[in-house]
T-cell receptor, first 107, second 112 residues
Framework: KNEVEQSPQNLTAQEGEFITINCSYSVGISALHWLQQHPGGGIVSLFMLSSGKKKHGRLIATINIQEKHSSLHITASHPRDSAVYICAASTGNQFYFGTGTSLTVIP | KAGVTQTPRYLIKTRGQQVTLSCSPISGHRSVSWYQQTPGQGLQFLFEYFSETQRNKGNFPGRFSGRQFSNSRSEMNVSTLELGDSALYLC???????????FGPGTRLTVT
């Protein structure tokens, strides 16, 4: 049983499309993190949120604490958005990771 | 401000040997966490250090250990290496425990 589930596992989109990646978790969290990993391994933290919604440029992250669900949206997707997106739940003494969503944006 | 650095970047070891990996956090960050990433298991939490104390540990055997120094630099050690320990080992630093994580580039360990 995975504490954090992501969907879809793989996603291919045309440049300009609106993209949504979903994350469900089963543990009590102190925060929910969205991470981006490019080929080669480097990981960047995109968002850390415990309620509501956050926006950074074309990226938006939302969380529904009651439903234990978070979404990452990418508006006007671009080929440089191609990466693996990972959802992670921190509980205050553990970090649980989803298996990642591999996104490919085609020009 | 310099980012998180990890050394070495690549390492090849033989089964049964031990290995020490190093992580230098962003200046001012007091929390360092370590993670293992494999194709089969994905990312998994190893342990978290704050002000030289290991405060949290993931579900890994005792062969995996670590420490943090007074300057917040951290090392992790894996003894009696097994083939399954081949992975990308990532460290991340943050201002406070469990706050926004800043990841290093990782050390890719291959055990033969």
């Amino acid at each position: 049983k995975n504490e954090v589930e992501q969907s879809p596992q793989n996603l291919t989109a045309q440049e300009g499309e609106f993209i949504t990646i979903n994350c469900s978790y089963s543990v009590g969290i102190s925060a929910l993190h969205w991470l981006q990993q490019h080929p080669g391994g480097g990981i960047v933290s995109l968002f850390m949120l415990s309620s509501g919604k956050k926006k950074h440029g074309r990226l938006i992250a939302t969380i529904n604490i009651q439903e234990k669900h978070s979404s990452l949206h990418i508006t006007a997707s671009h080929p440089r958005d191609s990466a693996v997106y990972i959802c992670a739940a921190s509980t205050g003494n553990q970090f649980y990771f989803g298996t990642g969503t591999s996104l490919t944006v085609i020009p | 401000k310099a980012g998180v650095t990890q050394t070495p970047r690549y390492l090849i070891k033989t089964r049964g040997q031990q290995v020490t990996l190093s992580c230098s956090p962003i200046s001012g960050h007091r929390s360092v966490s370590w993670y293992q990433q494999t194709p089969g298991q994905g990312l998994q939490f190893l342990f978290e250090y704050f002000s030289e104390t290991q405060r949290n540990k993931g579900n890994f055997p005792g062969r995996f250990s670590g420490r943090q120094f007074s300057n917040s630099r951290s090392e992790m050690n894996v003894s009696t290496l097994e083939l399954g320990d081949s992975a990308l080992y990532l460290c991340a630093s943050s201002l406070e425990a469990w706050s926004e994580q800043y990841f290093g580039p990782g050390t890719r360990l291959t055990v033969t």
